[in-house]
């Protein structure tokens, strides 16, 4: 396995020319962590050389639906029939515990996806299936994320101004344009585990990003919010609770 190196700025796709492999997995509309998107050009790029070296790109269109600041990107399925694998999730758009996903194979590889996985037995209802398919033809799907990307929206930017307020050049802000997180880069001596373990202190689960990386991208820690299930109010008091716990001392 060869990792393709991606930091705040995006992924290096000049990387590409140097991988030995022909199957590569990207989440080309919200990197996890760090929130990027691949734009057009780098879209293009990609299946440029899925081409070039005939081989396939797995594309997790992982938090596409709610992007903030500019309208989607396509997806590389989109763009690309036949060396795209397209996967995606209702996890986070929809309930995560229904446990529905998809995927949308090129026409080369159905026969053999038949054959391979023949036995393979997914364990999502029927009965959530087909009730997600009526809701979907109702157009209930299209207003349900709409009126989710609005809300999600306005608590991102919520979180962002506080945070701002709050701690000001202490910290800088990464992936606040699409997704339901957002990651603080503290300019701090303080060590990313205690950082989360001074918020746990005041009540506030916080995630750490190291276990993300194969190399630290910094010395200084990189933390991760999560504002999904929060409503302003607990966001507001959520803030003033970290501003203690990693500003008294
Ligand atoms: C990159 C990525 N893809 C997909 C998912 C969704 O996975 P699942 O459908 O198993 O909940 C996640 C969940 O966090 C994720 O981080």
């Known amino acids: 396995m060869e990792p393709l190196a991606v930091n705040e700025n995006g992924t290096q796709l000049q990387q590409l020319a140097h991988l030995q492999s022909r199957l590569i ?12 998107s691949m734009s057009i050009q780098q879209r293009q790029a990609l299946i440029h050389w899925a081409k070039e070296v005939d081989g396939f790109i797995i594309e997790d269109d992982y938090d596409s639906e709610f992007r903030y600041a500019q309208q989607p990107f396509p997806a590389l399925a989109s763009l690309d029939k036949s060396h795209v694998i397209y ?3 209702f996890s986070k758009s929809f309930l995560p515990g229904i446990r ?12 053999r996806y038949k054959r391979y996985f023949a036995h393979f037995e997914q364990n ?4 959530h299936q087909l009730t997600m398919a009526s809701f979907m033809e109702k157009g209930e799907w299209t207003r349900h994320i709409k ?13 962002v101004e506080t945070l701002k307020k709050q701690f000001g050049d202490h910290i800088t802000i990464v992936g606040e344009h699409s997704g339901l997180y957002v990651l603080i880069k503290f300019h701090t001596h303080h060590t990313e585990q205690q950082l989360i373990q001074s918020a746990l202190e ?5 995630y750490p990003t190291s276990p993300y990386f194969l ?6 820690p990189i933390i991760q919010l999560g504002f999904s299930n929060l409503k302003l109010d607990e966001i507001q008091l959520g803030m003033q609770l970290l501003k203690k716990a990693w500003c008294t001392n």
């Open 25 to 36: 997995y990207v989440t080309p509309s919200h990197h996890f962590p760090y929130g990027v």
């Open 87 to 89: 996967v995606g999730t």
């Open 100 to 111: 529905l996903s998809y995927m949308v194979l090129p026409k080369s590889l159905i026969g």
């Open 124 to 127: 999502a209802s029927s009965l």
């Open 147 to 159: 009126r989710m990307r609005l809300i999600y929206k306005h608590k991102m930017s919520f979180l």
């Open 202 to 206: 005041y009540g506030v689960k916080v």
């Open 215 to 220: 190399q630290q991208p910094s010395h200084e």
